[in-house]
């Protein structure tokens, strides 16, 4: 496959004004007609060329003449127009089956809906197009459809003329004022329920507000429809941004590829991302909605408005809006625990992306196929960057700057320089020259501190030296980072606390008139997105995570010490030694959860073991059993020193009603954490308490939660416990899709016949990625134990599946094919039965670039 290069970005050689399309749905035939109004943008005279793929062409008119002098070529998907002249009307019709569109990429059917998804490049599945994101034009759609099985049809924009036609079909036309890429273009119909309401904006418009889902599932829809309100306000508040439609539409499917997606005016969501009521889904269900809703609505301003010139810039709209989604859940529940979960979220993920074959920089300069770079460093890193920026300029600095980007760039198809210029004119032209190394290069950072103490002069001097990891460039360059520190006295009291600039590779930072040695807490609230080591001694940490005043470093210091003392016991269990978990932590661990200051959810959060995932990515050869078994032997250990303190934490806390408020959660999860680790003490001691939380549960955090706890220990009551959760629920996908995460994600050798079995239950469909990626994707990410199995069957198995998924959905295929981005630090018994498989893969005939894309780089 072709490597596209950011540094071979040329404009377009034609730009399309309007698009008029009117589309005549059809399961199979869907006739599509689109009249453009296009004009030349270069010098030069140049053939036109349309991107075009899986299309039926039909005719051609340029200026209402038949035309043609073309070259439709469906090999290289493309339409080219050999002679044009610099300004004209092009009239084509195709046709395309939106019911053989497995791709879920263009427009296709989920369930009785049809409906559209076109970033990046979907449009061009529709209709032949100039399919890039510096190509803005205005659309109008006219939708003809059959009237009794599509009653509701919607596009982009407003509605503007509908009407009734022969044969049992109805149209209705909508017209989007702004002018915007083709990924951003939709389409919508379907028998569909809906919930309204209406948002009064600060400059005093009525916005309708429409959430579309299957009937019946209507009354799940109010979470969302709250989020949905709850953005609009925050978004005027916090950055001065109005919604600038009359009408906000978000359309629930359960055929999706990732999460939502932000077209403008009709947002179209995976039902997992708006469908919600307390039965059914989870506080992290809830906090996941909350977050989506924001994130594609913040998407009107940072992405429609402003968006990308080309998918390079791909960050500059992602991670933008994933820092402003942060804020906002941040701003709506508990900023520390939001900052915590991110973080923790950005290490399993990113981190681990980073340091592996995969790893790219947050704008990178090639890729094959664009779908494989919606990834954790585009958005999850890109807003770290985004917040480096706000840690740099204030808070305030930072809204001058978005203040100067809209004023600047309002409407156009920008860059991540673009980006930056705005942020250091509004700021006395701050200097980002070396801060833009953030964009370009990959890896992660590693930062070190080491703390000096001169009792006689008072000085406390911090050392920062930043590394760059193994896989960066060659010619990679020292980061500036802000580094956020505090100095900590013996009573617990912060003496000193400042943002630090990191700009040279070894930097001296000294505070003066200290009078007794502090403790240094480095990178505070996770202040750069780096790899921090110090020379804090265990007690130290110890101290940390007992008073530090940043609750993210507090969370952290109880990190790095399970962290350390796990990797200890791994070379333990590899060398076959007895294990012996350090007393001190023990006991630490039981003063956190004896302290009644703690709030719940602090506490829930402090009681997290480090994941498999992160302690792999420590580890040059990675010891799989022994990784595991060491993560079970701390939890049994902890459980069976503090099992009373459990007992009477879980007891303790007694809910009335359902609440949905931050308090609630924590309060739920840490429950459900106490009763978790009972289930490590020796002999099934807790299986009943576990049992009966199962039992009693009126709320789905509780219910999953027991029911996890349940299957993971292999509790007597496992069988009984999946069977009833099956029975009640076997008719709502989106609890089902839990009920087989549960399972796949067991570290159990009966895993792997219990998926073979899931596989073929009735709840299971491999077309809805929802399903394949509870049963396959969490059994390639989670369960590490059964996927790496000594047999090599776990690796057939979805060598097995990711091929049979490549001819459905290569987007899907290629999220799997990532779970094999260890091969290289897997020990070699176990490459020897992975490398078959990959070439396996990569040998077949036929296969998608987005998979060849991913195997070829893990294999090197
Ligand atoms: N901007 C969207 C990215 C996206 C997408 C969404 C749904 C289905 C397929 C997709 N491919 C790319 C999602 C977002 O970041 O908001
Ligand atoms: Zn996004």
Known sequence: PKVIKLSEYKKPDYLVETIDLVLHLDNTKTLVQSTMKIKRNTDEVTPLILNGEELVLKSIKLNNETYTDYVHSTENHSLTLNKVPAEFTLMIENEINPEANKTLDGLYKSGTIFCTQNEPEGFRRITFYVDRP???????????????????????????????????????????????????????????????????????????????????????????????????????????????????????VDAFNMGAMENKGLNIFNSAYVLADQKSATDTNFYGIESVIGHEYFHNWTGNRITCRDWFQLTLKEGLTVFRDQEFSADMNSRSVERIQSVMGLRAAQFAEDAGPTSHPIKPATYMEINNFYTATIYEKGAEVIRMIQTLLGVDGFRKGMDKYFELFDGQAVRTEDFIHAMSVANNNF?????????????????????????????????????????????????????????????????????????????????????????????????????????????????????????????????????????????????????????????AFGKILADNTIDEAFKALSMSIPGEGVLHQEQAEIAYPETEAVRTFVKKTLATAHQDTLVKLYKSIEQKEYKLDPKSMGQRDLKNKCLDLLSYVEGGKYNSLAFDHFKAATNMTDEIGALTTIVHANSVHKDEALKAFYDKWKHETLVMQKWLTVQASASDESTYDAILKLEKDAVYDRTIPNLVRALLGQFVATNKVQFNHPSGRGYKLIADRLLELDKLNPQVASRLASGFKDFKRTPKVLQDLMRPELERIIKTDGLSKNVYEIVSKILG
């Open 134 to 252: 510096d190509n803005m034009a205005k659309f109008t759609t006219k939708i003809v459809a059959d009237k009794k099985l599509y009653p509701i049809l919607l596009s982009n924009g407003n509605p503007i003329a509908r009407g009734d036609l022969e044969g049992g079909k109805h149209f209705v036309t909508w017209e989007d004022p702004f002018k915007k890429p083709a990924y951003l273009y939709a389409l919508v119909a379907g028998d569909l329920g809906v919930i309204k309401d209406t948002f009064k904006t600060k400059s005093g418009r009525n916005v309708a507000l429409e959430i579309y889902c299957d009937k019946g599932n209507e009354n799940k829809c109010h979470h969302a429809m709250e989020s949905l309100k709850k953005s609009m306000k925050w978004d005027e508040d916090r950055f001065g941004l109005e919604y600038d439609l009359d009408i906000y539409m978000i359309v629930a």
């Open 431 to 587: 200097d980002f020259t070396q801060f833009k190394n953030w964009y370009g290069q990959n890896g992660t950072p590693l930062l070190k501190a080491t703390s000096k103490y001169d009792e006689a002069a008072k000085r406390f001097t911090l050392t920062l030296t930043q590394t760059l990891p193994a896989n960066a460039p060659k010619d990679a360059k020292a980061y500036h980072m802000p580094v956020r520190v505090g100095l900590i006295d013996s009573t617990g009291k912060d003496i000193a606390s400042k943002v630090l600039e990191l700009k040279e590779t070894t930097q001296d930072f000294v505070f003066e008139n200290i009078t007794s040695k502090p403790i240094a807490s480095v990178n505070r609230e996770f202040s750069a997105p780096v790899k921090l080591t110090t020379d804090l001694t265990f007690d130290e940490q110890l101290f940390l995570m007992a008073h530090d005043s940043d609750s993210f470093n507090r969370f952290e210091a109880a990190q790095v010490v399970s962290t350390k003392l796990i990797l200890d016991l791994i070379e333990d269990a590899k060398a076959k030694r007895t294990f012996e978990l350090n007393s001190k932590y023990v006991e």
